[in-house]
T-cell receptor, first 117, second 114 residues
């Protein structure tokens, strides 16, 4: 069975600090997909990134970067120079390529990030 | 603008009543999903549908029902059999119901049972 663990329930940082959100996953499949979503106070989830299990290259998009390490089953998300607008709940999710897990996303419980001005 | 709409945003219901949550998308997506979110919890899948007139149970389907008569619509009924229905409900859609496609989410409906 697939599982996603986000051990950090809540994090508070002061504006302009860097912050890393941790995500650890479990799956038996060799092919799978990892996602990060942002949920601002309005409630709607916003897609941030998708990574497949064969691509371990780190990704950078502006102030956001993602570190995928299969050896430790982790897919961590770093925000550089955080801003108040980054305050949200962030979810890591996993989808398997085949079988019953291929048609659904398994979400972690989320990390609530508060950026203090 | 393309997107997913859910209505109403807030819904109150008395115990023992059925209630239907609306979800409409104009993204021309084949697959649609319903999730439930409880405070401090991740999202849990209730039902999903990959094509019209077909749907499958997710992890927590008991006490819920759905229909998919049109591609753009996927309403969710919370029945009186659902023991703890107070939650935030999110509808999503994707191009196809395959694992690598990202899902797009609606704004959600917050249901409170009085």
């Amino acid at each position: 069975a697939q599982k996603v663990t986000q051990a950090q329930t809540e994090i508070s940082v002061v504006e302009k600090e860097d912050v890393t959100l941790d995500c650890v996953y479990e799956t038996r499949d060799t092919t799978y997909y990892l996602f990060w979503y942002k949920q601002p106070p309005s409630g709607e989830l916003v897609f941030l990134i998708r990574r497949n299990s064969f691509d371990e290259q780190n990704e950078i998009s502006g102030r956001y970067s993602w570190n995928f390490q299969k050896s430790t089953s982790s897919f961590n998300f770093t925000i550089t120079a955080s801003q108040v607008v980054d305050s949200a709940v962030y979810f890591c999710a996993l989808s398997e390529a085949e079988g019953a897990g291929s048609y659904q996303l398994t979400f972690g419980k989320g990390t609530k990030l508060s950026v203090i001005p | 603008d393309g997107g997913i709409t859910q209505s109403p945003k807030y819904l109150f219901r008395k115990e023992g009543q059925n209630v239907t949550l609306s979800c409409e998308q104009n993204l021309n997506h084949d697959a649609m999903y319903w999730y439930r979110q409880d405070p401090g919890q991740g999202l849990r899948l209730i039902y999903y549908s990959q094509i019209v007139n077909d749907f499958q149970k997710g992890d927590i389907a008991e006490g819920y029902s759905v229909s998919r008569e049109k591609k753009e619509s996927f309403p969710l009924t919370v029945t009186s059999a659902q023991k703890n229905p107070t939650a935030f409900y999110l509808c999503a859609s994707s191009t196809r119901g395959v694992s690598y496609n990202e899902q797009f989410f609606g704004p959600g409906t917050r249901l409170t049972v009085l």
